[in-house]
């Protein structure tokens, strides 16, 4: 499987923005998706930041952070998973990158599957 990120852009504070992640291969359906993010500045140890998942089944798992603002979802007729971002803020200025992994337990558990990231800058 390889994912391709897109989407990515400026937009202003409290604009929206949609990323796709568009995979390879037949089996997209099987796995959970994940956006992560990493900001600007962040040490290269740093880990990225899990902001939304969504499972084979469709549940969703949101960040504090993103919660009631973003929105996640899959359309596996497209082997394809959206991010939709409203009501942005310059804090979330970061490079977002997919993510197929699994969810046991309600926890998301990435892979080693990353597509190769797409800059979003929230600025006026």
């Known amino acids: 499987v390889q994912l391709v990120e897109s989407g990515g852009g400026l937009v202003q504070p409290g604009g929206s923005l949609r990323l796709s992640c568009a995979a390879s291969?037949?089996?997209?359906?099987?796995?959970?998706m994940g956006w992560y993010r990493q900001a600007p500045g962040q040490a290269p140890g740093n880990q990225r930041e899990?902001?939304?998942?969504?499972?084979?089944?469709?549940?969703?798992y949101y960040a504090d952070s993103v919660k009631g603002r973003f929105t996640i979802s899959r359309d596996n007729a497209k082997n394809t998973v959206y991010l939709q971002m409203n009501s942005m803020k310059p804090e979330d200025t970061a490079v977002y990158y997919c993510?197929?992994?699994?969810?046991?337990?309600?926890?998301?558990?990435?892979?080693?599957?990353w597509g190769q990231g797409t800059q979003v800058t929230v600025s006026s």
């Open positions: 899990l902001v939304a998942r969504i499972s084979s089944g469709g549940s969703t």
């Open positions: 291969g037949s089996i997209f359906s099987i796995y959970a």
């Open positions: 993510n197929a992994g699994q969810v046991l337990s309600g926890s998301y558990y990435p892979s080693d599957l």
